[in-house]
């Protein structure tokens, strides 16, 4: 009985880590664009993880395991954001008095993960422009131009028509090119439609 039970717990077992865990890091990136605290995306990424394993029936085997775990993520994001919305605002005065008496040298090494996750390939501006966009475009932006998903793929994770999907990414992007024109000036670009 106990090799039946464990032949049954394998394959659920096995997907998980082929196909699940391999994408952490990309759900990680997701979760601190959304959250901008390490701690709450951390959260964000077990409580994907838990869902995860604990719906994994509902889960197509050698399907996109990214764009499921996205969407899961994307959910329970929601459903924290609202939680919260209801709490009254918290002040963690012990963080405040540790940040107070720490040394400064100690902050000035720190590296944002927003400025890890571009680095080498856009300066601090475009993170910047991105990261002040609403969420709803940063949304959008982040799935299609960052973590490479496609339309449809997006329009599954955030459960929206694809058109809605592709009106966002163009509204976005047009916020973003609005938001940076002075900066790619400044490095030598010209608008062409000139």
Request: charged share 30%; hydrophobic share 35%.
């Amino acid at each position: 009985m106990k090799n039946i039970e464990e032949h049954n717990e394998s394959p659920k077992e096995q997907v998980f880590e082929t196909e699940f865990l391999p994408q952490i890091d990309s759900l990680y990136n997701f979760a601190y664009h959304l959250t901008y605290n390490e701690d709450d995306a951390n959260d964000l990424v077990q409580e994907t993880y838990m869902k995860a394993f604990r719906f994994i029936e509902k889960y197509d085997t050698g399907t996109n395991a990214k764009a499921w775990l996205f969407k899961i993520l994307k959910n329970a994001f929601i459903n924290q954001y609202r939680k919260k919305a209801k709490q009254p605002t918290k002040v963690d005065y012990e963080e405040i008095v540790n940040f107070h008496d720490e040394e400064d040298t100690q902050y000035s090494s720190y590296l944002d993960l927003r400025e890890e996750i571009f680095q080498g390939m856009m300066g601090d501006e475009v993170t910047n422009a991105i990261n002040s966009l609403p969420v709803d475009f940063k949304t959008v932006i982040l799935l299609c131009d960052i973590e490479g998903f496609t339309y449809e793929e997006i329009a599954k994770i955030i459960d929206i028509p694809i058109g809605t999907v592709r009106s966002r990414l163009h509204r976005a992007r047009n916020m973003l090119k609005e938001k940076l024109t002075d900066y790619a000036q400044s490095l030598g670009y010209e608008d062409k439609r000139n």
